[in-house]
């Protein structure tokens, strides 16, 4: 297993995973991720946004899931987890938990905050994003973009120390 940047040759395969996710859940509807713009091109989405990043997990040369952070609210120093997917054959040996270290070991050099959407009935899902510290929100933050989503999270950050930074 191997956890690393998205690369552009990744755009087409992370895509499919994506969808036959959301297509599996019943959840390839307007206002999900299923119809996001950037979806087919993720490696130039992210590459375009300061302090954001994709990350890819291959397994024997295939990739079988992702996860991201990008800037969500830049006045308030808060960023979102966003498109974290796996593939069915790969579910439930861990690997979206080091997804998401991955992602927030990430977060924490840019960021005071995570926030994160997802659905009530993806119960696994939940579970992780508490395991991890989420904290569920009564309502989405300001600027949420997928109107399907009916749970919101946002976890508080370690920020470095300012006065090590003014270094």
């Given at each position: 297993?191997?956890?690393?940047?998205?690369q552009?040759?990744?755009?087409?395969?992370?895509k499919?995973?994506?969808?036959?996710?959301?297509e599996?859940?019943?959840?390839?509807?307007?206002?999900?991720a299923?119809?996001?713009?950037q979806?087919?091109?993720?490696?130039?989405?992210?590459?375009?946004l300061?302090?954001a990043?994709?990350?890819?997990?291959?397994?024997?040369?295939?990739?079988?899931?992702?996860?991201?952070?990008?800037?969500?609210?830049?006045?308030?120093?808060?960023?979102?987890?966003?498109?974290?997917?796996?593939a069915?054959?790969?579910k439930?040996?861990?690997?979206?938990?080091k997804?998401v270290?991955?992602?927030?070991?990430?977060?924490?050099?840019?960021?005071?905050?995570?926030?994160?959407?997802?659905?009530?009935?993806l119960?696994?899902?939940?579970?992780?994003?508490?395991?991890?510290?989420?904290?569920l929100?009564?309502?989405?933050?300001?600027?949420s973009?997928?109107?399907?989503?009916?749970?919101?999270?946002?976890?508080?950050?370690?920020?470095?120390?300012?006065?090590?930074?003014?270094?």
């Amino acid at each position: 297993m191997i956890i690393r940047e998205i690369q552009p040759k990744d755009n087409e395969a992370i895509k499919k995973v994506i969808q036959r996710s959301l297509e599996k859940l019943g959840l390839n509807v307007p206002g999900t991720a299923y119809f996001d713009p950037q979806l087919s091109d993720l490696y130039t989405y992210y590459a375009n946004l300061k302090h954001a990043k994709y990350w890819i997990v291959e397994m024997e040369n295939t990739v079988v899931g992702g996860i991201g952070i990008a800037p969500f609210d830049k006045e308030h120093a808060i960023c979102e987890l966003q498109k974290l997917y796996l593939a069915e054959t790969v579910k439930g040996i861990g690997l979206g938990g080091k997804l998401v270290e991955v992602a927030l070991s990430f977060a924490e050099e840019h960021y005071e905050q995570c926030y994160l959407e997802t659905m009530h009935e993806l119960k696994t899902a939940c579970i992780l994003y508490e395991k991890y510290g989420f904290d569920l929100l009564n309502k989405p933050l300001s600027g949420s973009e997928h109107s399907t989503m009916d749970a919101w999270y946002i976890k508080r950050l370690k920020v470095r120390d300012l006065l090590e930074e003014a270094k």
